[in-house]
């Protein structure tokens, strides 16, 4: 079965410091990689997604996240992090095996990233 | 960049009411729709998932009778609580995507309180 981990419940950055949200996977076959990001009391934004080609991948307000199959990971990365960007990111995987072509995204459970100033 | 649009996000209403939430993609055409539950502090829970024009796809645990999706078109789904008890009472986020290549994108979400 596809699955997906977050290993932190919570990270906590100085602004202006580097940031890195992990995120391991495991699939069956070839992964469809995404990251989300929630502020509260909000649905889920777009930030990312590997499905083929440069393992680094470019996104939104200024977030990559690097492909790494050998380890299976997804780690999200932002080299110098705003207080603006407080929020719960989730990492999720697309699960082709079940529903068929209906593909639906396994989440993470989620992960607290705190910056203070 | 797509847009999903999901209405009212805000619901407060007696026990034994139905609530209807509305989820529309404005500027794509979504093939696929999702409707999600999200608990305080915890991540989300995929209740259907619907195709348009077909019944939607339960998860194991979700009441079909209790939670009415209608997909009638590409730009809009429906997920009606029927009935609505305090259990009931949670955030309900609806998703949308075109093809399988594609990003989910997600409404706002509806803050649902059943007194």
């Known amino acids: 079965a596809q699955s997906v981990a977050q290993p932190e419940d919570q990270v906590n950055v100085a602004e202006g410091n580097p940031l890195t949200v992990k995120c391991t996977y495991s699939?069956?076959?070839?992964?469809?990689l995404f990251w989300y990001v929630q502020y509260p009391n909000r649905g889920l934004q777009f930030l990312l997604k590997y499905i083929t080609g440069d393992n680094l991948v470019k996104g939104s307000y200024g977030f990559e996240a690097e492909f790494n199959k050998s380890q299976t990971s997804f780690h999200l990365k932002k080299p110098s992090a705003l207080v603006s960007d407080s929020a719960l990111y989730f990492c999720?995987?697309?699960?082709?095996?079940?529903?068929?072509?209906?593909?639906?995204?396994?989440f993470g459970k989620g992960t607290k990233l705190s910056v203070k100033p | 960049g797509a847009v999903v649009s999901q209405h009212p996000s805000r619901v407060i209403c007696k026990s034994g009411t139905s609530v209807k939430i509305e989820c529309r993609s404005l500027?794509?055409?979504?093939?696929?729709m999702f409707w999600y539950r999200q608990f305080p502090k915890k991540s989300l829970m995929l209740m259907a998932t619907s195709n348009e024009g077909s019944k939607a796809t339960y998860e194991q645990g979700v009441e079909k009778d209790k939670f009415l999706i209608n997909h009638a078109s590409l730009t809009l789904s429906t997920l009606t609580v029927t009935s609505a008890h305090p259990e009931d009472s949670s955030f309900y986020i609806c998703?949308?995507?075109?093809?399988?290549?594609?990003?989910?994108?997600f409404g706002d979400g509806t803050r649902l309180s059943i007194l």
């Open positions: 500027d794509f055409q979504a093939t696929t």
């Open positions: 999720a995987v697309r699960d082709f095996e079940y529903g068929g072509s209906q593909g639906n995204l396994i």
């Open positions: 699939v069956s076959g070839n992964p469809y």
């Open positions: 998703s949308a995507r075109g093809d399988e290549r594609q990003p989910q994108h």
